[in-house]
């Protein structure tokens, strides 16, 4: 006899998996030495803030040590820090942006 055959039916659907890419924070470091109004001049410039954002980042910083400054993708997030990093150095001022994955 001829036994037709069965369909071949997936036993799982599959499953589109989208990952979200993981976001890291750009910190600013403070420092006893670059002048408040070059950390917010950088602030406004690399990370498109207003003044009074600006000032309130680094007002964070000169007082906490550290703050967080905005998160970005991992890539973005190092050219930022790296940029701004780059500009306080230019100027002979020991200004330090670093990165952290978000938790
Ligand atoms: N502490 C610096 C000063 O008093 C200003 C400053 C603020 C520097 C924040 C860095 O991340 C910083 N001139």
Do not use: S
């Not at 659907?13 to 670059?34: A, I, Q, S």
């Not at 007002?59 to 997030?77: E, S």
């Amino acid at each position: 006899t001829n036994t037709p055959e069965a369909p071949t039916i997936p036993k799982t659907k599959p499953k589109p998996k989208v990952e979200r890419p993981k976001l890291h924070k750009v910190m600013l470091v403070n420092d006893d030495f670059t002048p408040r109004e070059f950390v917010v001049m950088v602030l406004k410039a690399e990370f498109r803030m207003n003044a009074d954002q600006a000032q309130r980042v680094m007002i964070t910083a000169h007082q906490k040590g550290v703050c967080v400054v905005a998160v970005y993708t991992k890539d973005v997030a190092e050219t930022k820090a790296t940029r701004a990093t780059d500009a306080g150095r230019a100027a002979g001022f020991p200004l330090l942006f670093t990165t952290e994955p978000e938790e």
